[in-house]
């Protein structure tokens, strides 16, 4: 089974608006050899966008692929979108879709009761961007750390200090958080 996993930016003013996919991930899970193999896309690469020829689109950033589906509602709107975009460009056919915004990703961890996440470089980022547009300082120093949804998600989200290939590197390692979290309730 694969399954496009999809986090969408919407801050909480526009959870009625369409908005871009600030993580986009591959899960394939074998059932039949109990492994799960994940392959992180990032957001900013330059694809074709089908099936939006009509609407003046042939080619975007992958994060867009998603907003088009929603903005020109078609037939299945954003996830399909963003599954037929992977699909054509990457070649992997994508099953299902799992999408979720800041605030449930938040809600979820805080429901496990929070991750566990090793964090081996100390995080600064001196313009993190606020839920009202604005930025506040984020840091997290270089030591095991119990984060609540809220770290989690700017622990997830922050880019400024390093790379892209960084951020995607955090974020698998809180999957695998909360895969580790999940599994041991």
């Known amino acids: 089974v694969t399954i496009l996993l999809l986090g969408t930016d919407a801050r909480p003013n526009e959870l009625n608006t369409p908005s871009r996919t600030d993580t986009v ?34 080619e975007d950033r992958i994060n867009s692929a998603y907003f ?13 979108a963003a599954m037929d975009t992977v699909t054509l460009n990457f070649g992997i056919p994508i099953d299902h879709y799992a999408l979720v915004n800041f605030q449930g990703f938040v809600k979820g961890v805080d429901a496990l009761g929070g991750i566990d996440i090793d964090v081996t470089t100390a995080i600064y980022d001196p313009i993190f961007p606020t839920d009202d547009y604005k930025t506040m300082i984020f840091s997290v120093k270089a030591e095991p750390q119990h984060m609540d949804g809220v770290t989690t998600l700017r622990y997830a989200r922050t880019r400024h200090q390093d790379s892209d290939t960084e951020r995607i590197k955090r974020q698998q390692l809180v999957l695998l958080a909360i895969r580790d979290k999940t599994l041991n309730i």
Do not use: C, H, Q
């Open 25 to 58: 991930m591959i899960a394939r899970i074998d059932f039949d050899r109990k492994t799960a193999k994940l392959l992180s896309i990032p957001r900013d690469v330059w694809v074709a966008i089908p099936n939006m020829v009509n609407y003046g689109v042939t």
């Open 68 to 80: 088009y589906g929603e903005v020109f509602k078609i037939k299945g709107g954003g996830p399909k």
